[in-house]
């Protein structure tokens, strides 16, 4: 995944590759048909094994998983594809808030909840494939929910670096509106990840950070703006 995936889309020169992982053929159908509306999307490959899927499309740029396989969780699957660097989306009906922020723990891109229309299917994907952060209306709601303790306090600079940089999606640009240096921007990010992980809840992805601040109070699901229009897609994640 040298190249970015959605610059090349935007440009014109390949669309994203996307692979399905489901144990009903109807659903595959339907997320095929979903995302054939979007010239920036491909479907490369559909299958209810993990595995046999990822061999047939390994250039896959997002999968699109089922978190129920043949009547298993599989949260150690998601953690394994996300441990190897896959941007996974967790597409499923269970929807209940500690299976959806469980998934987000195990490293998933982002939780799209089955009953969420093709509008939603297809902007979470596209923002999935360039590591931008989409919050679906179920997955806000779990975030909003969440009774976890443990909620570390964060600086207002620190907040204000992370809301910047969830709605402008560029660090470089988060810079700018600060008038700070670039690397004064990945240190509150950096500083908002070490303080989460020392609390005992780590945040390695920007979808898990995002789902900490939401949790915590610290940034509304509506300032990143939940219903982004596909079109707002236009730059790439440094």
Known sequence: MDADPMAQAMSGERPVGVSIVDDHPVVIDGVRAWLSTEPRLRV???GDDPDLVLRAAPEADVILLDLRLRGKMVLDKLAELSADGRRVVVYSEHTDPATMLAALDAGATAFLAKHEGREHCVATVLA???DRPYVP???AGAMVGDPRPDRPALSDKEREALLL???????????RRMQISEHTVKQYVDRARIKYTRAGRPAATKAALLARAIEDGLIRPEEIGIYRSQASYDRPTP
């Open 44 to 46: 490369l490959a559909t």
């Open 128 to 130: 999935a494939a360039n």
């Open 137 to 139: 209306p179920a997955l």
């Open 165 to 175: 940089w969830f709605q402008s999606m560029s660090k470089a640009s988060v810079a």
